[in-house]
């Protein structure tokens, strides 16, 4: 877990260093059960939200300049996914490179079924709803962004974007992004976590879709 956020946090801070903290190490303690990771120290102001439009151009930022690795990185084909596995609290995320963004959202969504049945029990309503959803729904959303001639680029995806994973530096007043739990996928996925955190909307806050 520990080592997904350090290669996610440390790809993130690569492409917007002023934004995000640089881990440092990660590893095992003298005690088996204890892991560590370690990044500098922040300064950071207490209870204040980021200012939204920072949020927005940072999280602009990344997903541009991340797009031209990736475009560098996979020359002959667009990939989606990550390197190794990463995880969404206690849930490990399926990032085994997909072709398409369809297979690879497909399959990063069936955990969390899955994951929600384990926990509430079985229900046939849910269970034919999620059949549609991946029968029906995904394909007719998401497939028709890469056929007839469509393409979409994957960028850097913070994975955890929301007011918890964020704070105010002190000294600076930008945002900081941290708690990552990242994967090459769509610039909008995910976003929306800003304002179901508490961000408050602000003109020009989808600027970098």
Known sequence: MLHGEF?????IHRF???FCPKPLAWGK???PNLHYLLFPFHNLKKGQLPDVTRVSQAVAQLHVKSAEHHNHMHRSTRKW???MTTYNGPLAQ???WSDTWEE?????MRPLFEYERAARGPSEELDSLVQAYFDKVCP???RPLETHGRCIKPVLVHGDLWIGNMAVQAETGDPLVFDASAFWGHNECKFHLCLLGGLPPAKGFFAFR
């Open 29 to 31: 303690c003298v005690d």
């Open 140 to 142: 007719r959303l998401l």
């Open 7 to 11: 290669e996610s946090m440390r790809l």
């Open 81 to 83: 996914g990550f390197h």
């Open 104 to 108: 690879f959202w497909i399959k990063s």
């Open 94 to 96: 399926d990032n085994t």
């Open 16 to 18: 917007i260093p002023a």
